[in-house]
């Protein structure tokens, strides 16, 4: 019987973080200061000293500290499954792998940056995070993170989902932290915005607006962000170094890496290790696809410039891919997916041709997870679904043209707390939205003036 | 740095079942036809031969079929984690061990026998299967298992958790099953109780009667339980034989094991593979002890005598420990542990001193469940907290006595499902319900009558 699951002994699991930067053919552009438009490093108030030395690092490895890694341990390694069973249902001589990250307490990747974070903080002596989420994941994974080294945890939650979603709030709470839904009461942006709108619904650009407030205007508070910031996507490395080690085991390099991209976090987590074979020569066909969704579409639509990370202007200026600031999305049910720039990272390798983008729509993303979960058998979170969407279309190329190519991708959480997403695909009730340029001119004219040395 | 997760080679997964008939001081008493009240089988019409012929083996070990094997490999072997930080927060000298059943699909240790009845069934030619659900687990495995061995499934789920528990009932769907809420007009029995009783919420003893009438008037369909049957529990027993290895590479044989009752299935599946040891005289002193809620106190309330498995008498009569098949469970949360009997070979075990039980409150096993998720970081089912509890209580023991006793306890299932609940624990409403010893007098009234030979 071949093997089904590649499973890594821990004494196998990573002890360093791979760091991109020490291998890009050109360095990344800086991050401006939102008020001078200088270069600037990330604000001290809001990040503590160490993660801000690994944002800029060009060290290709950095040290895991061990009380990281005893954390990590807690469900990592992850397993390496082989997808049989869809491979059959979809008749394709293709060879399908998914890195499975389901396994972490808060059911996603996201706690392999939220611990590493929590973890400097805590070592740096201060005493609170703050930050904002959207659908859920990223506060559950920092209130789980701040519950284990013993720091408080505040969780703006855009209030559309902290509505619709009582469930990953009540989980949030189980694991000790504060959940208020933004806008709130609780900062001068926030209030300021109800006081001319009471009904907002919130966006996630603007709950990063509450969250930095909150850290620069409390000594014992720094802030944390899940995703597009470079340590973020540094500390994800750890699923990709496994996912190498496990493809080597199954006896296969993969011809296409796939993840789903939002800020980018879980796709440069599986993809940077494999990149660094791409980027330094010893492997120079991999494709590297990232997922996104047709209705919030930064890579395949956005102009590739410099723009602010939060609608307030409170975060620094970064050069990505972007909808513009004050881009609205539909409201997908892939919540993780719905935000208007991309990690620098990630922007910076799509612009030098290392990254391609696919965008899909949301109706053929759950037709691709429905599929998944009849034949795989596990229920994935509907981000997660787009990558499972564009790993099923390569697997049927590969049946078009007989092609054997050996395909991996990120499963990157499960949809426990989404199945009224999935009733709304069986019931035939899901949406696709269009996605409108003319939405997009328009928000893309807020962009920030930038002095002419940086165009 | 000490090892806190015991992995599992997939080449050393169990490939036999345990059949603790084979060992046991004295064979099971009969089953009893319900009409006849003479020695019977399981009814054919509702079960197939493989699983008629596993329910009365005496060979102590059952091959597992390679098919079988491969779907457990989805998600098996499970890990094994010492639980340091609960360990730590306790300031204990125990060593508590955790065997960690979540991973599986549908969250539980559930599909360990779904699968095996499914896989059964097919090969037998049968097209459908039917069953009932109390708060959806079980439903959701059979569900899982149906479609990965494309059997039609159809789930009777009791109607007030069918109300309250939309999501896993959308899960059911997404694995293709129909769900319909118990008393259903599908049935005779079903339209009978409404037309009495339209508003009736249903009880699982009842749903059972529904699922045994839909297998019983077609001839496509047969019956699947997902607990309390011989057949059940023996398929549960991969977990106490990885969690033997796990622990012999942990290097410490459990003082203590642990696990929550409702049938007896994952308490069972961990605990007889331990068990052979004792009844074998290999290992004397180990304790086990049945962890169940103080509001379904079958085990520590209960006499051992003749029950009906169902309302309405269409499954076997079975010695066991009973709260009388009439006994209507208050709703607590824990929805997989409101079933009035206990699985004949746990109650013929407890009967012969080689298992005790502990009843636990509603509100103490979420205190448990909270400590558990605050220090291990997984949020465990309201079922599953019952076994916390009890752990815990073993373990604040030792602190006391100073011993630094092995205690491992069985992780059933997550509470994602259960978020509610934890709200309402957190808010200050859970509340805690009496056990009356006037209504389980009464509902033993309408025990059977069994002819004198039995008794």
């Known amino acids: 019987m071949d093997k089904t699951k590649y499973i890594l002994d821990e004494k196998k699991m990573p002890t360093h973080w791979y760091n991109v930067q020490a291998d890009l053919p050109e360095p990344l552009p800086p991050y401006l200061h939102p008020g001078t438009k200088e270069p600037t490093r990330l604000p001290p108030p809001l990040f503590c000293e160490e993660i801000n030395k690994q944002e800029f690092s060009k060290e290709r490895y950095i040290e895991i500290p061990d009380e990281v890694q005893e954390v990590y341990r807690v469900w990592r390694p992850t397993v390496l499954q082989r997808a049989y069973r869809l491979e059959k249902f979809l008749d394709t001589p293709a060879k399908i792998y998914y890195k499975y990250e389901d396994s972490s307490p808060a059911g996603s990747h996201k706690p392999n940056t939220a611990i590493a974070q929590a973890y400097y903080n805590k070592k740096e002596g201060v005493k609170r995070l703050s930050t904002e989420t959207g659908a859920g994941q990223w506060g559950s994974s920092l209130a789980f993170a701040c519950k284990l080294f013993d720091l408080e945890c505040k969780v703006y939650m855009v209030k559309v989902s902290y509505n619709q979603k009582p469930y990953r709030r009540i989980m949030m709470e189980t694991w000790g932290a504060k959940c ?261 001119k328009e928000s893309l004219k807020t962009l920030p003036e930038i002095p002419a040395q940086f165009k």
């Open 180 to 440: 208020v839904a933004s806008p709130s009461i609780d900062t001068k942006v926030g209030r300021d915005l109800l006081a001319k709108d009471p009904n907002n619904n919130g966006s996630l650009g603007f709950a990063i607006s509450e969250a930095c407030e909150d850290a620069f205007s409390r000594d014992d508070t720094k802030y944390s962000l899940g995703s597009v910031l470079n340590h973020v996507l540094m500390h994800q490395t750890v699923i990709g170094q496994e996912a190498m080690l496990q493809m080597e085991m199954a006896g296969h390099y993969p011809d296409v890496v796939i993840g789903c991209v939002g800020g980018g976090s879980n796709f440069a987590g599986l993809a940077l290790p494999f990149m660094k074979d791409k980027l330094t020569g010893k492997k120079k066909n991999t494709r590297f696809i990232a997922a996104e969704p047709t209705s919030c579409p930064s890579l395949t639509k956005g102009p590739y410039t410099w723009d602010l990370g939060d609608v307030a202007g409170m975060a620094p200026i970064a050069k990505m891919y972007t909808l513009g600031h004050d881009f609205m999305p539909p409201p997908v049910h892939a919540g993780g997916l719905r935000y208007h720039g991309m990690a620098p990272v990630i922007s910076h390798l799509a612009k030098l041709g290392f990254i391609e983008a696919k965008a899909v729509p949301q109706i053929a993303t759950f037709e691709a997870g429905i599929t998944f979960a009849r034949t795989e058998g596990f229920i994935s979170a509907p981000e997660t679904n787009h990558a499972i969407r564009v790993t099923i279309d390569e697997a049927l190329k590969c049946k078009e043209t007989g092609e054997a190519k050996t395909i991996l991708f990120i499963h990157s959480g499960h949809g426990h707390f989404d199945m009224s997403a999935y009733e709304s695909y069986l019931s035939g009730k899901l949406v696709d939205y269009d996605f409108s340029d003319e939405a997009m």
